[in-house]
């Protein structure tokens, strides 16, 4: 049996891998630096050892036949240092799934700045009602399946596709490795300031992935995303349908469906409703770019409409966790402002009453970097108040968002406490946070119930 052993395992895409080798029947061993839920917990369930930290040390414990490595790892860092010097064999996350698990499949790749996992989460659970047992990896836990990867037996394969570079040795967008056969194209906004210098270099490495889809592929594009625009001028060799609220291939209304659904106009006369109870018009967005996707691989929209109604979102991306002496607690992965003001705006229009409490985490390093500060800004402001958290790796102060709405802290126990004492009955908190946050959300919980 092939032992491998996963630099970074804790990652939601390096812990989906561990999850996927195992399946495959490699023995499996990882490190990472930290460790939390749903992660860590998918992780133990799967038997899988684990060491803390990055020690050398670990490679002459376990003795792995090759080690994959995340991303978050690069030179100068002890274990790596040991892998170059000691030639062990190694290879990147995105080069290991291509090699070991891609091949052969029909790949359906989701990529964009936002909503990459609810709408992969989408593709799959309607690939999966529709009795094609597909593999996926995504980088979050489905709820409809309790896991962020499986192998699966059918033909298909969804990949959440990320455009963070690969490795230290591979600086390539993680996607590029992938090679599917249906793209969606979600959105393109600039993030990830620490490995690219502006929107024109985020911009060519979808370019890139363009040109890796077949000719007998298909993409299906936001239609009303200028960004995504630039990037098929760049070239395009591969049909396209486009999706939006405004006309296109598949055109979506919310108006016109009632509560808690929406109504879709496509191909070949599709003119269907759908029922469903996830909130903001950007997760019905989504979910119209995950029925065009499965419709390419064979699901017509018209017999996916229970598994929407039976879709139960993704753990964390606006998350209901709790209801305590009348105060709602959601947990929400949102770490860019266009997600911090979507997530609000959705609060907003479920009912009118009570007020919306916003902690933030500038968590990714975009957010730590203050790329974004100006917009980070507007997007808190429209929450009733606003909590930021001060952390030790921000390189600038968020004391300069400078509104009576947003408090700043530098402590969780703070932030705990400050929401305590000021939080009342038909209020919501909103917890956003792209990492542990130092378990704030449960802290919370327990004291608003003490």
Excluded at 17 to 41: C, H, I, N, Q, W
Excluded at 188 to 201: Q, S
Aim: overall charge negative; aromatic content about 8%.
């Amino acid at each position: 049996m092939t032992h491998i052993h996963i630099a970074g395992i804790c990652g939601t895409f390096m812990g989906g891998v561990a999850k996927l080798a195992t399946e495959r029947g490699f023995e499996v061993s990882g490190s990472d630096a930290g460790v939390y839920p749903p992660m860590s917990e998918q992780l133990e369930a799967l038997g899988i050892t684990l060491r803390e930290g990055y020690l050398a040390g670990h490679l002459r414990e376990l003795e792995p036949d090759y080690v994959v490595i995340g991303n978050a790892l690069s030179r100068g860092n002890p274990l790596v240092e040991a892998i170059l010097n000691d030639n062990v064999p190694y290879c990147s996350g995105p080069e290991w799934l291509a090699r070991e698990v891609l091949k052969d499949r029909w790949v359906l790749a989701v990529a964009g700045t936002h909503g990459k996992t609810t709408t992969s989460s989408l593709v799959a659970w309607i690939l999966d009602q529709a009795g094609m047992a597909p593999g996926f990896l995504i980088g979050g836990v489905p709820e409809n399946f309790g896991t962020s990867a499986r192998l699966g037996s059918g033909d298909c394969f969804v990949v959440e596709a990320d455009e963070y570079d690969t490795a230290f040795f591979d600086k390539r967008s993680k996607f590029v490795h992938y090679h599917p056969r249906t793209l969606v194209l979600n959105n393109l906004e600039y993030d990830h300031a620490d490995i690219f210098d502006d929107l024109g270099a985020i911009i060519r490495q979808f370019h890139h992935l363009v040109r890796t889809v077949p000719g007998n592929g298909q993409l299906i594009v936001n239609g009303s995303d200028r960004n995504l625009a630039r990037v098929l001028e760049m070239g395009c060799w591969t049909p396209v349908e486009r999706f939006g609220p405004a006309g296109g291939d598949y055109e979506w209304s919310v108006a016109s469906a009632g509560p808690g659904g929406f109504s879709l106009r496509g191909p070949a006369g599709i003119d269907l409703q759908y029922r469903w109870h996830l909130m903001a018009e950007y997760n019905t967005s989504n979910a119209v770019a995950a029925l065009a996707a499965a419709h390419h691989a064979g699901v017509h929209p018209a017999d996916a409409r229970s598994a929407i109604t039976g879709f139960q979102s993704v753990k964390r991306r606006l998350e209901r966790v709790a209801q305590v002496n009348g105060v709602t607690v959601y947990d929400d992965f949102a770490h860019h402002p266009t997600a911090v003001r979507q997530t609000i705006a959705a609060l907003r229009r479920e009912r009118n009453d009570g007020r919306i409490l916003c902690v933030f985490e500038p968590r990714s390093n975009t957010m730590r970097l203050g790329v974004h500060k100006e917009a980070l800004r507007e997007a808190l402001s429209t929450a009733d108040q606003a909590i930021v958290y001060q952390s030790p790796g921000m390189k600038w102060d968020a004391d300069e968002l400078g509104t009576e709405s947003i408090v700043v802290l530098n402590d969780t126990g703070r932030i705990v406490e400050h929401l305590k004492r000021v939080a009342a009955p038909g209020d919501r908190i909103v917890v956003m946070s792209n990492g542990g946050f130092e378990n704030l959300v449960r802290r919370l919980v327990d004291e608003l119930g003490r």
